[in-house]
């Protein structure tokens, strides 16, 4: 088994909207109000790891959809970069859905789906695993499609013959709905103080 590097050099990969849902769910915060940069460093300092980068991604409405969500993420993604955060977006997809309502009617209504992020993020940590630019991919996310790159990662390290860990954080509370990381990682969990200890303090949502 190939020995542990004295220095872990980290990446975060932060899954944009599954850890809004995350968040949401656990402390019941009704909008992205997480700092990305310190919510990384926080995990890796308390861990010992050497942070290198932090990239993020997410969905993004039209703004002849949802102007609000449009122009918070315009927003938030430039204070990101401006940060030093690795950004990407991709526009939302559209759909009808339809549903059986109680009353035995059905309703019909346009939903958006987040397609692409999920396989962005799962290139990005097996691309940069294979050029050896980390030591720890650091996921903030809980999404079971990312259980196969987990996989990937590991297979990587035996080819490489060197130490790899993939790691998956997310917010947990009593209240929260799902308590399980992504299967074969090793799990961080992220409690009430520590999210709050890394808030962003500005509020991205335009001014009505």
Request: glycine content about 4%; aromatic content about 12%; overall charge positive.
């Amino acid at each position: 088994m190939p020995a542990e590097p004295p220095v872990k050099r980290t990446i975060a990969f932060f899954d944009g909207q599954n850890l809004f849902h995350s968040a949401k769910s656990a402390f019941g915060y009704t909008y992205p109000n997480y700092n990305v940069k310190v919510l990384a460093q926080s995990i890796c300092a308390a861990r010992g790891w050497q942070l290198d980068q932090v990239r993020f991604y997410t969905g993004v409405p039209d703004s002849s959809d949802n102007a609000m969500w449009n122009g918070f993420w315009a927003a938030k993604l430039l204070a990101m970069s401006r940060q030093g955060v690795w950004t990407f977006s991709r526009p939302l997809r559209y759909r009808n859905q339809t549903v059986k309502l109680p009353d035995g009617t059905l309703h019909a209504f346009l939903a958006a789906e987040e397609k692409g992020v999920d396989v962005r993020i799962a290139l990005d940590v097996i691309r940069l695993a294979h050029r050896r630019d980390y030591d720890v991919a650091l996921v903030f996310s809980q999404d079971q499609d990312l259980s196969e790159v987990a996989a990937e990662v590991r297979a990587i390290s035996t080819e490489q013959e060197r130490w790899i860990k993939m790691a998956s954080a997310f917010p947990v509370s009593p209240a929260a709905r799902n308590k399980r990381g992504i299967n074969s990682t090793d799990w961080i969990t992220i409690d009430r103080a520590a999210y709050d200890a890394c808030l962003d303090p500005r509020d991205y949502r335009p001014k009505r």
